[in-house]
Structures are given as C-alpha cells and as structure tokens.
C-alpha cells in the first residue's frame, strides 16, 4: 500500500487513476508521494517516507529542488499538460494590450448611471481605439510546448512571428509553423518586434532576463507579456519604461506591488493555468508520472533526477539506486549483488548534474542485508527495491 498526500486540491480526475494500493493521507509525515501546485514546499521537513512529489503544472519554483534531490525524492512535473490554457491567455492578452477594452470597459462602467450612455458612448471610443494584430510582429522567447502554441497560433492571426530559442528540443522544432523565422539572437526580437512574449523557465540564467539593458533595444511601444514568471523580468525597468512612453504595455500573469494598478500594465490574477482542462490535464498527468516510479521506479518527467525508464517491472524484483554522480559507483554496486549471487538480468543508468540514477533488474531477490550493503555504499543516496 502506498500512501499520497496533497498540499493543494488535485482534480479528481486525476486522483481517480490511483488504484486499491494508494490510501490517501491527511498526515504528511506518512506520505510517500505528494501532489502538490501552488504550496511552499521550501520551509518542509520531509520524512524518510517521502520518495517522490509531482507538481501539478509545470513550474517549480515552490520546490525545493536541491534538498530533494540530496535527500533522494524525485520532483516531477507536467510539462505541456497546461500548454493551451496558457496560449489562449496569452493571446487575450495581446488583444487586451493592442487595443483600448480594459479601459473602455471600466469607462462603461463609471457610466452605468447615464441614461444617454450609448450616445456619449460613440464619442467617447475614440480614446480606446487601438491597432490589430494581423501584420504585426510577434517574438516569442522560448520555443518549449506553450512557445510553440503561442507562435503557431499567432502566424493563423495574420502575425509576423520570430522564434528564439537556442536548445529547442527535436519535437518543437517539427511542431513549429514553417512561417516562423527562428532567431539566433535576442537582439532580433528586440529590434524588430511589435509584441513579445516569454516563455522560459525561471532559472539563475534566466532571472532578470528583460532589464533595463533589453528593453532600450526594443521597438518604441512595444507590448511585453510575460506569462511565465515574475522573476525573468526586472519589472521596476519595465515601470519607468512605460511613464517614459518606450513601451506600450506590459501584461503579466503575476500580480505583485510593483506592477498592480500602474500605467499601462495589465495585470492578471495568476489565470494561465486556470482552466478546468489544464487542472484535470495536470492532476492526470501527475498522478500517471507518481505511479510509474512508485511500482516501476520509472523516471519521466523529473526536474532534479535524470529520466530513466525501463518499462515495467515484471522480474523478481526492480533495484533502483539513486547516488552521487562519481566514478566508480556502478561498478562497487553490481559487485555486491555479484557477490550475493544475485544476477543483474537487464539495468540502465543515467546522469543529471551531480546526481545519477540506476534501475536494475535481477533474476533472484537480493536479500535486506544486500540492499543495505549498498545502502551504506558513500555516494549512495536511497535505495529502493520494487517486486514485479
């Protein structure tokens, strides 16, 4: 039996996948796995019960990463899973920022008492009439599964789009309309862009991205949406860029002190995800990835440990050992099994940083006493043994 604990609702969609071996737990001490979106993870204590946490979206800055990776949890997340959800805002957004809607509305509403409001209404909407986006130039920053959606669907909007991304993976790059024009250089983007979007993920590389240096080589009121995080963008820059009239608009998802209710941002209440397809999307997603490393030890989608997938488990039994990444490991490993006479029938090994990740298959179970010999190996992180 298996038991999960969630920090935030999960749908249940996706809680329905766990079958008659998972128990949900109130008690976070007895978990084994979490599902987690928005809580805080950072200030937790974990329990040695504690293998494996899926974020249900795919950002996970509320993670913390390291720690778990040092104490041998594996962080999952959903990447794609949201994808569309995302896409669809970003363009309201842009058509929000192209054109004077949010404005007019909240003039319509200051005039809710005038009876003679659709007559001054033809005078007055001349002060919130905006441009289109057919024929103007998109940029998008980071071609992953939401880049790719923003970029195609925007090129079926009669856009100009210019694509920057210098590890665009196989998969994106056959997904992206042949209209795109792939940059190599931001300054591309910058230079001749009309709208630019960002969508990378929030890393030491990426914080502060667009500063102060970005947006002066930017085109005269440009519109900037960003839809991924709060922290690739030095929003301070981006607020006296548009008092000084350089920019046009700036939407962001993340609502914060610096950018609510100043001029010429429209901000968002963190809605990119919020829709009932990307929440059921997600849970799915996230509860498929827990399952398949808690009875195969399978590895998809991890932030912190590398990918590592040997189908399923149907032998004797599934060694997974998670270790440091340092010569010599394997070898000190399969020696002790050798010893024990437990014959290794098929494995594989992978890399991440400083972490490795090994699942062997083997003809015979090893033993407690065997499993803790490697346990007590220096390097070695956890030690896990699934029976097929």
């Not at 805002?89 to 005039?111: F, N, Q």
């Not at 190599?184 to 929030?202: G, M, N, R, S, W």
Request: charged share 25%.
């Amino acid at each position: 039996m298996y038991k999960y604990a969630c920090l935030n609702p999960i749908a249940d969609v996706g809680l329905r996948i766990f079958d008659e071996q998972y128990e949900k737990t109130e008690d976070v001490a007895q978990a084994e796995a979490i599902l987690v979106r928005s809580a805080k993870m950072h200030d937790m204590e974990f329990s040695e019960n504690l293998v494996a946490v899926a974020r249900a979206g795919a950002g996970v800055n509320n993670i913390p990463l390291e720690k778990c990776a040092e104490e041998g949890i594996v962080v999952f997340n959903t990447p794609g899973a949201n994808a569309n959800g995302v896409k669809e805002l970003v363009l309201a957004g842009m058509l929000l920022a192209s054109r004077g809607i949010v404005d007019g509305i909240h003039w319509v509403e200051s005039e809710a008492d005038n009876a003679e409001i659709a007559t001054v209404a033809e005078k007055q909407k001349k002060a919130y009439a905006g441009t289109e986006l057919y024929g103007k130039k998109l940029g998008v920053i980071g071609l992953g599964a939401i880049g790719v959606r923003v970029a195609n669907a925007a090129v079926k909007l009669g856009m100009d789009v210019l694509g920057y991304d210098p590890y665009v993976s196989v998969d994106a790059a056959w997904n992206l309309s042949r209209s795109i024009r792939h940059c190599k250089d931001l300054d591309e983007i910058y230079a001749e862009c009309d709208f630019i979007t960002i969508h990378v993920p929030a890393m030491d590389s990426t914080k502060g991205m667009i500063d102060a240096q970005a947006i002066s080589k930017m085109k005269e009121n440009v519109v900037l949406c960003n839809f991924a995080r709060d922290v690739l963008v030095d929003e301070n820059a981006v607020v006296k860029a548009l008092e000084e009239g350089k920019m046009k608009r700036y939407v962001s998802d993340f609502p914060n002190p610096v950018t609510a209710g100043k001029k010429g941002c429209i901000v968002i209440p963190h809605l990119g995800a919020s829709t009932e397809e990307s929440e059921d999307n997600c849970a799915i997603m996230a509860v498929k990835e827990l399952r398949e490393y808690m009875e195969n030890g399978n590895i998809i989608n991890s932030v912190n440990y590398p990918n590592c997938n040997l189908g399923k488990c149907t032998g004797p039994q599934r060694i997974c050992i998670m270790h440091k990444n340092v010569s010599g490991m394997i070898g000190q490993y399969t020696s002790i099994l050798g010893a024990a006479g437990v014959n290794i029938a098929n494995m594989d090994n992978k890399t991440r940083g400083d972490v490795a990740y090994s699942v062997l298959d083997v003809d015979s179970v090893a033993q407690e006493q065997v499993l803790r010999q490697i346990m007590n190996l220096e390097g070695v992180i956890r030690v896990r043994a699934i029976c097929g």
